[in-house]
């Protein structure tokens, strides 16, 4: 079992920043690929970011320059930079792993806005 919880979440104006962390308890060991989603209000969960094992980071082409992933293997602590947010960037953010076997598990999603 893999434990993910986010923080980091909150409200802020366009062409703000926030930075969200998510660590990782339990069978940390398991994990393959971790990763960032979101989901606006109606429309469906979307990739933000992706780290494999391998430490290759892929971003969605809308947050292509204004968002960073990193990692912090010592903490087991992922994270995530938000820079020149956007009001589409409002979004419940959740924080995933995938393990090994495929398997993929869920922070427990936290809320960003960014007000106009």
């Known amino acids: 079992q893999v434990q993910l919880v986010e923080s980091g979440g909150g409200l802020v104006q366009a062409g703000g920043s926030l930075r969200l962390s998510c660590a990782a308890s339990g069978s940390s060991f398991s994990i393959n690929t971790m990763g960032w989603y979101r989901q606006a209000p109606g429309k469906q969960r979307e990739s933000v970011a992706t780290?494999?094992?391998?430490?290759?980071?892929n971003y969605a082409d809308s947050v292509k320059g204004r968002f960073t992933a990193s990692i912090d293997n010592a903490k087991n602590t992922v994270y995530l930079q938000m820079n020149s947010l956007k009001p589409e960037d409002t979004a419940v953010y959740y924080c995933?792993?995938?393990?090994?076997?495929?398997?993929?598990?869920w922070g427990q999603g936290t809320q960003v806005t960014v007000s106009s």
């Open positions: 780290i494999s094992s391998g430490a290759t980071i």
């Open positions: 995933s792993a995938r393990s090994v076997s495929g398997f993929r598990y």
